[in-house]
C-alpha cells in the first residue's frame, strides 16, 4: 500500500507568466449551457435506435429537468432582477432571462413535436395508446363514467372566482382546468379553477395499454361540477414557482424547525412559468395572466396534453421488448466467498456502480458493521437516501445494540428536506447521535466511518468514500464508484474530518484527502500549475477530469492556462459547462465530451499525469463555485496502481474518437457522433462498460 505522496503541486515551480491576456469573451453562460444538457436529453428521446419506453422516459426527464430548472435558477434570477443584485459583470439577470425564455420555448416545442410525432405514434404501433376523451370506446366511456363517480369525483374541489370568491392559490407543479360557465337564468359568466388531484395517476388506464390523462376524464364530467350551468369552455394549465429556500442558520435556534416552516411557504413561491394548451382562448389566458402576474416571456404554449412527466408511468408497463435488457449488477470477485473486513484489510477495494452491485458491497459494508458485535462505532453522512432506506435501518439496529452511531443529515439537500428530516428524527429516537453538519455550508461529501476491535484487542478503522449517495434506489441507476479502505491514514483523515463535521475544528490538510471549501480549490490549482510546470520541463503532462458541471471561473482560467502551456486536457462533462474548447491560442489543446444513456454519469474523477506517475482522485466535488467554496467536499487520492489505471483507461475510453459522445463546440453548440465515417456504429460506453472484465455484468 502506497503511503507516501510522489512528487506532487506542493513543490510546484512559481506560475508561468501569461503572455496575454485572457479573452473577455471566454466564458459561456451556464444557464445556456444547462439547457443544452437538457437538449442531449431531448435528443436520446429522438434517437429511434433506443428501446421505444426508454424514449418516452427521456421524454419525461426532460419534463422533470426543466421544472426543476426553472424552480431554482430561473427562480434565483428573477430574485436577483427584483432586488437589484448583479448575477456576473457578463450577463445581466434580464438578458439572461431573454435569452432562457427563447432558447426553453424553441426546446419544449420540439419536445412536444417529438411526442406528437415520432414517440405516440411509435407507442401506438406497439400497442400503448394515449388517447383524448373523444377517441374513447362507448364502453371505455361507461367505465371511465363510473370511474370518476368512485375515485375522482370525490377528491375535485371547484373554485369558482366572483366578488365573495378571490382567484385561488395556485400550488408550484399542479395540474389545473381553467373552466369558465354561464348561468342560463341570469346570463352571467364565470371564472372557475379546478386542481387535478396529484393522488391520481397522470393517465388513467383503460383496457388493452390504453391511457387516457385525467385531465380529460375531468373535462368530460363538468357538468356534473357545476350542474345547471353551461360549460362555455375548458382549458388545462400548469404553474411552476420558486422552490428555493431561504433560512439564515446564523439567525436560527432550531434549523429544522426553520427549515420546515420554508418547506411549507415553498408551495406559495412567486410563480415563474406558466404553461398552457395551445388551443386556449386569449380571454383565459388573459384571465390567467392577470391573476397569476405572469408576463409574456413567462407563457408557454404547447399542445395538449400538458406534464409529460407522466410518462414514467409507461415505462413501468411490463413490456420487456421495449425497453434496455434488464441488467443484472455483479459482486465484486473480492468478496465472493470472504469476509468483507478481512478483504479490507488485505487491500484496498474500489467498487463501480451500478456495474457493480451497490446491495452487495455498500449496503452489506453498513449492515455487516450493525451486527458485527466487535463495531463500536459507525460514523456516516447522509445527503440523499431513500424512503426504505436499509442503510438508515441498519444505523438504527446499530444504535439499538449499543454502538455508538454518528449520523451528519444534510437537511438543507434541495428537494429531499423533508425526507432527509424525517430520517433524522427516526435515528435521533433509536439513540443516534444526530447532527445537521457545518453552519453555513451544505454537507455533501459521502463517508462512512466504521471502528471494529480486532483480535489482538486493537482498534481499527474500516471507510467508505464514495462519488455517488447512500441510496439504493438511485444506485440501480447513476454511475458512481466508492472506495473502501481499512488504511491507517484514511482512516485518520476521516475521524479528523468527522470530528471537523461534528465539533469545532479548523483543520486544513488531510494525508489522502482532498477536503472543501478550506483546501480542495487551491489544491486543484496547483496541481494544474504542477501540470504546467512538467510540460516546460519535457516531462509527461495531461489532466483529465470527469465532473457533472464546469462552471468554476477560476478553474476554467486556469485550465486556459494550462492549455496555452500546450498540456493536453480532456474534460468529460454530463452537464453545464462554461469553458470554450479548441479555441485558437486560448484552449487549442482541450477536448470536451459529453455522455448520455441508460445511467447517470454522476462520478467525479480527476487524473493528473504528475510526470509519468499519474495522481488519480475521486469524490464527491464538482467544479462549481457553491462545491468550492460553500460545502463540504471530499476527494480522496487513488493509490493502488491497478484502480488508478482502471480509471485513467474509462477516461481515454470517454475520450477516444471511437467511442460515441457529443463534442463540444466553441460556440456553446453539442455535436453527437454515433457512427464513423464508414457509418460503423461508434463503441456505447456504457454497454462496452457491462461487460468489462472488472465487472462481468450479465444482462438477463
Request: with cysteine; aromatic share 8%.
Amino acid at each position: 500500500m502506497e503511503k507516501k505522496r510522489s512528487a506532487t503541486a506542493e513543490t510546484a515551480a512559481p506560475p508561468v507568466r501569461e503572455e496575454a491576456p485572457l479573452p473577455a469573451d471566454r466564458f459561456m453562460n451556464r444557464e445556456i449551457g444547462w439547457l443544452r444538457f437538457n437538449q442531449r436529453v431531448l435528443e436520446l428521446a429522438e434517437d429511434t435506435t433506443l428501446p421505444l419506453l426508454e424514449r418516452a422516459l427521456f421524454l419525461s426527464i426532460f419534463s422533470s429537468n426543466l421544472d426543476e430548472f426553472f424552480m431554482v435558477r430561473v427562480a434565483g434570477l428573477k430574485r436577483r432582477l427584483a432586488t437589484g443584485v448583479a448575477v456576473s459583470s457578463r450577463w445581466s439577470p434580464r438578458a439572461q432571462l431573454n435569452e432562457i425564455s427563447a432558447v426553453t420555448h424553441e426546446l419544449m416545442e420540439r419536445h412536444a413535436r417529438c411526442f406528437h410525432s415520432s414517440v405516440a405514434p411509435a407507442l401506438a404501433e406497439a400497442g400503448i395508446r394515449i388517447v383524448r376523451w373523444n377517441d374513447l370506446t362507448g364502453t371505455e366511456a361507461q367505465r371511465m363514467h363510473r370511474f370518476f363517480r368512485r375515485a375522482i369525483y370525490p377528491v375535485l374541489t371547484p373554485l369558482a372566482v366572483d366578488p365573495s370568491h378571490p382567484f385561488p392559490y395556485i400550488s408550484g407543479r399542479s395540474l389545473n382546468l381553467a373552466v369558465t360557465v354561464r348561468d342560463p337564468h341570469t346570463g352571467r359568466q364565470t371564472f372557475a379553477r379546478i386542481k387535478v388531484p396529484p393522488v391520481l395517476p397522470r393517465f388513467i388506464e383503460l383496457d388493452g395499454q390504453r391511457f387516457v390523462p385525467v385531465e380529460d376524464v375531468i373535462s368530460a364530467h363538468l357538468p356534473q361540477l357545476f350542474e345547471g350551468m353551461e360549460i362555455q369552455e375548458h382549458h388545462a394549465f400548469r404553474v411552476t414557482r420558486n422552490a428555493d429556500l431561504e433560512v439564515d442558520e446564523d439567525e436560527t435556534d432550531d434549523l429544522v424547525k426553520s427549515l420546515e416552516q420554508e418547506l411549507l411557504r415553498r408551495r406559495f413561491g412567486p410563480l415563474v412559468r406558466l404553461e398552457v394548451e395551445e388551443t386556449i382562448s386569449e380571454e383565459i389566458l388573459g384571465i390567467l395572466r392577470e391573476e397569476l402576474g405572469a408576463v409574456e416571456e413567462e407563457v408557454y404554449r404547447v399542445p395538449g396534453p400538458l406534464d409529460l412527466a407522466g410518462l414514467s408511468q409507461l415505462h413501468k408497463l411490463d413490456r420487456p421488448e421495449l425497453k434496455y435488457p434488464p441488467m443484472v449488477p455483479v459482486e465484486p470477485r473480492a468478496l465472493a466467498q470472504n469476509d468483507f473486513f478481512e478483504v479490507l484489510r488485505r487491500r484496498e477495494l474500489l467498487v463501480h456502480h451500478p456495474y457493480e452491485s451497490f446491495a452487495t458491497t455498500t449496503e452489506r459494508f453498513i449492515g455487516l458493521a450493525a451486527a458485527d458485535p466487535r463495531v463500536v462505532a459507525i460514523k456516516q453522512t447522509l445527503y440523499r437516501t431513500s424512503g426504505d432506506s436499509p442503510i438508515v435501518e441498519a444505523l438504527i439496529e446499530a444504535a439499538r445494540a449499543g454502538k455508538e452511531v454518528v449520523v451528519l443529515v444534510e437537511i438543507k439537500a434541495r428537494f429531499d428536506e423533508q425526507n432527509n428530516i424525517r430520517w433524522a428524527r427516526k435515528l435521533e429516537e433509536a439513540g443516534c447521535h444526530v447532527v445537521y453538519g457545518v453552519v453555513g455550508l451544505k454537507t455533501h461529501c459521502k463517508l462512512a466511518l466504521v471502528v471494529r476491535q480486532e483480535d489482538d484487542g486493537s482498534l481499527r478503522r474500516y471507510c467508505h468514500i464514495g462519488t455517488g449517495n447512500y441510496n439504493p434506489s438511485t444506485a440501480r441507476i447513476y454511475e458512481d464508484f466508492g472506495l473502501f479502505s481499512a488504511d491507517q491514514e484514511v482512516g485518520e483523515d476521516l475521524s479528523d474530518l468527522f470530528n471537523h463535521l461534528t465539533g469545532f475544528s479548523r483543520k486544513k490538510h488531510y494525508r489522502r484527502l482532498l477536503v472543501a471549501p478550506h483546501a480542495l480549490r487551491e489544491a486543484l490549482m496547483r496541481q494544474i500549475q504542477h501540470e504546467i510546470n512538467n510540460h516546460a520541463q519535457g516531462l509527461p503532462a495531461r489532466i483529465r477530469i470527469k465532473t457533472n458541471s464546469l462552471v468554476d471561473e477560476e478553474i476554467v482560467d486556469a485550465l486556459y492556462t494550462a492549455s496555452r502551456a500546450g498540456v493536453p486536457i480532456d474534460l468529460w462533462v454530463r452537464g453545464s459547462c462554461v469553458l470554450r474548447p479548441g479555441v485558437e491560442g486560448l484552449s487549442e489543446t482541450i477536448r470536451v465530451r459529453s455522455i448520455l444513456g441508460r445511467f447517470l454519469e454522476h462520478s467525479r474523477v480527476f487524473v493528473f499525469e504528475n510526470g509519468g506517475e499519474p495522481q488519480v482522485w475521486i469524490g464527491s466535488a464538482d467544479l462549481m463555485p457553491r462545491n468550492l467554496d460553500r460545502r463540504v467536499e471530499a476527494l480522496i487520492r487513488v493509490v493502488d496502481p491497478g484502480q488508478r489505471a482502471r480509471l485513467v483507461g474509462l477516461m481515454d475510453l470517454a475520450m477516444a474518437d471511437s467511442t460515441s459522445t457529443w463534442h463540444l463546440n466553441p460556440d456553446g453548440s453539442w455535436t453527437r457522433f454515433t457512427h464513423d465515417e464508414e457509418g460503423t456504429r461508434l463503441l456505447d460506453l456504457q454497454s462496452t462498460l457491462r461487460g468489462d472484465r472488472h465487472l462481468r455484468v450479465v444482462d438477463g
